[in-house]
C-alpha cells in the first residue's frame, strides 16, 4: 500500500492497530491509531528510504438495516456484514494519505548534480563541471592537438 515506487509500507510490514471497539445505536464505532513504517526513496536524490507513519482513525460501522445503512451509500459509511469489520481498507486509506507526497532523506537534502547525477551529498561542496561553450571547446582541442605534436 501506498504510492507506489515513491514511499509505501513494504510487502511485509506490519500495521500495528491499537484501537477502541465501541458499541453505538447505529453500529461499532472503531477509534484510535495505526502505526506503520514505510519505505521508499528521496524524492530529491532518490535514495532508499524509510519512515514511520502514524494516522488516528475514527470509523464508524453500520449495522445493516440501520438509519445509517438505509441512508448512506456504502462509500461513505463503512458496513458491519456478517458480524464481521473489515478494517483493512479504513487504515490503508488513512495510511497513504498521511504518507508524504514527496519523501526526502533529508529535510535540507540537496538531491543530484544535474550535470552528473551524482548525490550532492557526497559529492561535497567543491564538486562542479566546468561547462565550456562549444565554440571553445573545439579550440582548445585543436591547442591540445599542438601540444602533442610538439613532443
Ligand atoms: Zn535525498
Ligand atoms: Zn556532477
Known amino acids: 500500500m501506498g504510492l507506489l515506487g515513491v514511499i509505501a509500507v513494504p510487502e511485509d510490514g506490519e500495521v500495528e492497530l491499537d484501537l477502541l471497539i465501541e458499541s453505538v445505536v447505529e453500529g461499532l464505532l472503531v477509534s484510535g491509531t ?34 445509517t445503512d438505509a441512508t448512506t451509500d456504502e462509500d461513505e459509511v463503512s458496513r458491519i456484514v456478517n458480524d464481521l469489520i473489515d478494517l483493512e481498507p ?15 532523506c533529508e529535510p535540507d537534502c540537496k538531491g543530484l548534480c544535474s550535470e552528473c547525477g551524482g548525490r550532492w551529498a557526497e559529492l561535497g561542496p567543491d564538486h562542479g563541471h566546468e561547462t565550456i561553450d562549444p565554440r571553445w571547446a573545439a579550440l582548445q582541442e585543436r591547442f591540445s592537438d599542438d601540444n602533442s605534436e610538439e613532443k
Open 34 to 67: 495505526a502505526f506503520a513504517k514505510v519505505e521508499g526513496e528521496c524524492s530529491r536524490c532518490l535514495e532508499p528510504l524509510t519512515d514511520e507513519v502514524e494516522v488516528r482513525i475514527t470509523e464508524l460501522y453500520a449495522w445493516p438495516d440501520s438509519t
Open 90 to 104: 479504513v487504515v490503508r486509506d488513512a495510511i497513504v494519505l498521511a504518507l508524504p507526497q514527496a519523501p526526502l
